[in-house]
Nanobody, 123 residues
Framework: VQLQASGGGSVQAGGSLRLSCAAS????????MGWYRQVPGKERELVAT???????KYGDSVKGRFVISRDNTKNTVYLQMDSLKPEDTARYSC??????????????????WGQGTLVTVSS
């Protein structure tokens, strides 16, 4: 499975961005897709995750501002990010898991990772 993320960029605080992550290869094995983010010197942080059936889980810092969605026909997961804050600045990576049908919280539960896309929010 290969994951290709896109949609990052620079935006002012309060603005919006939409990230996309397209999966290819053995996509039928994927149950869960999610987004993580990381800044240098800090641990990777869960942003949002969604199952094939549509269950979702969000990191506390993004609840109410970000929405994860998934188009199973296109093997693509999206992250709509609204009301962006400077502290949202990070490299955002998409991930896919095949071992469980339930939401996956820990990064080591995922089997595949994309290359990441940089999001910069200025004040």
């Amino acid at each position: 499975v290969q994951l290709q993320a896109s949609g990052g960029g620079s935006v002012q605080a309060g603005g919006s961005l939409r990230l996309s992550c397209a999966a290819s290869g053995r996509v039928f094995t994927i149950n869960v897709m999610g987004w993580y983010r990381q800044v240098p010197g800090k641990e990777r942080e869960l942003v949002a995750t969604t199952t094939r059936g549509g269950s979702t889980k969000y990191g506390d810092s993004v609840k109410g501002r970000f929405v994860i969605s998934r188009d199973n026909t296109k093997n693509t997961v999206y992250l709509q990010m609204d009301s962006l804050k400077p502290e949202d600045t990070a490299r955002y990576s998409c991930a896919a898991g095949s071992r469980s049908p339930y939401v996956l919280v820990y990064s080591d539960q995922y089997d595949y990772w994309g290359q990441g896309t940089l999001v910069t929010v200025s004040s």
